[in-house]
């Protein structure tokens, strides 16, 4: 904490020489650099896992297709493409807003609006959280989704139900190749929906729904979760940062609030990745 | 830290902020707009609208580096020093989906094979890509109508 404190102009003179910490190239505190350089370590981090998700999205001859999977809403609404997901994008990217500004009031030594600008990006940290929680335990709870097991599926042929599933699909209902199902869960089973290929060399055959990509469970899950995991990390970091904005110790270096603008980073960090998680996941 | 006044700087991140988020919007329009869920039946080509989509979040993500997080009035050597080791994810992007395109591609040509090979009702590559569940209920399945069941149960 005390490496915050601005030189005095006389350690300044004291310390002159390239080697001898007088002159500092990149005209920023050590502090300030540091968390550029952790931040850089950070997006390889998450490119390794987003290149993982990449390459076993082009390894697999379908995958699950987003506006299909994400697209319930609260109120037990169905049919929503996308309309969730680009909601807590708006949260992330206004939470990101107000740090800016909040970095703004810190740099006019603006005590008070520092407290207020922040105390709206921990709000906006936590409904991300929220949301975060709702879309997980819709996946989970109910449907069914795991790490090892994905329902989520894409059929690759022309064909007709033999049954209904009591969710929107009846016998005799007929689908074409790309359309996206899912396998729901009735009393503890899978309910792997048999139908006919009407189409094709194997015109006649029966089938069952196949279980989708079984990496997409494992990867959605990790890769969000570490996402939001960050996120839950930032809240704590801004929480505590507020909290010390208040007591006054900022108030006292007179460098600008610059502690503010350190966690700014960071958290404008989590929204950058968002973007990509964003990209890859519900719009690709 | 920037060269703007506060008033300027303040308006700037105003416009800044609303480009993000029409930026977003548009991206999700052309998300269902590709897969035709606002026109009925019209589909653009998954490549054009992916690469639109790429290119945007880029734009995003450029937005939120330079402006939010100061990048543009930061000095050159801080910039470089930040940025230019990102580029190795390059090279990282374009080998390691080579090699998820090859696996598909192998995949493909092994499924085939066993097309030709297996008589009808026993296990087919379809199966194995599917996961653990298939192959663990195709020993424990019905198969009442004439073995004719290629996805297994």
């Given amino acids: ?284 | 830290m920037s060269h703007l006044s506060y008033k300027e700087a303040k308006s700037k991140v105003l416009k800044v902020i609303l480009i993000l988020g029409v930026i977003t919007i548009v991206e999700v329009l052309f998300a269902l707009l590709g897969k035709g869920y606002i026109i009925e039946g019209v589909h653009f080509p998954t490549a054009i609208m992916g690469l639109a989509m790429i290119i945007m979040s880029f734009v995003k993500a450029y937005l939120i580096v330079y402006e939010f997080m100061h990048m543009k009035y930061e000095v050159p050597g801080l910039v470089k020093s930040v940025l230019l080791p990102t580029l190795l994810l390059v090279w990282a992007i374009i080998a390691f989906f080579y090699e998820g395109n090859t696996w598909k591609n192998y995949r493909a040509a092994a499924s085939k094979v066993e097309e030709r090979v297996d008589p009808p009702g026993t296990l087919k590559a379809e199966d194995i890509k599917s996961g653990m569940e298939a192959q663990q209920e195709s020993h424990s399945g019905d198969s009442g109508d004439h073995g004719d069941d290629p996805s297994g149960h």
């Avoid at chain 1, 950070?42 to 076993?56: C, E, M, P, Q, R």
């Avoid at chain 1, 990509?213 to 839950?232: E, K, Q, R, Y």
């Fill in chain 1, 1 to 284: 904490m005390s490496s915050e404190t601005v030189m005095h102009p006389s350690v300044e003179e004291n310390r002159s020489g390239a080697w001898s910490g007088g002159k500092s190239p990149f005209k920023a505190s050590y502090g300030k650099l540091m968390m550029w350089y952790f931040l850089l370590s950070d997006a390889f981090t998450f490119a390794g896992f987003l290149i993982a998700y990449g390459t076993l999205r082009f390894s697999n001859p379908t995958w699950p297709v987003p506006d299909f999977v994400f697209s319930t809403f609260p109120g037990g609404l169905h049919n929503k493409p996308l309309y969730f997901v680009t909601l807590m994008t708006f949260v992330l990217l206004f939470s990101s807003f107000t740090m800016v500004r909040a970095v703004q009031e810190g740099q006019r030594e603006n005590k008070k609006g520092v407290i207020v600008w922040m105390l709206l990006t921990i709000f906006g940290g936590l409904a991300f959280l929220g949301c975060q929680a709702w879309e997980w335990n819709t996946l989970i709870a109910k449907e069914h989704m795991s790490v090892t097991t994905n329902p989520f599926g894409t059929h690759t042929e022309h064909g007709r139900y033999l049954e209904g599933d009591g969710h929107g699909i009846e016998a005799g209902d007929t689908f074409d190749p790309g359309t996206p199902y899912l396998i729901h869960k009735h009393h503890g089973e899978y309910q792997r929906l048999k139908y006919e290929v009407t189409e094709g060399p194997q015109a006649g055959s029966v089938k069952e729904m196949s279980f989708g990509p079984v990496a997409f469970g494992a990867l959605f899950f990790f890769i969000t979760g570490f996402h939001g995991f960050h996120v839950f990390s930032g809240v704590v970091f801004l929480l505590i940062i507020m909290l010390n904005v208040a007591s006054g110790i900022y108030a006292k270096r007179r460098n600008g609030y610059e502690m503010v603008e350190k966690i700014g980073l960071y958290w404008h960090f989590v929204d950058l990745v968002w973007v990509f998680v964003f990209l890859v996941f519900y719009l690709l």
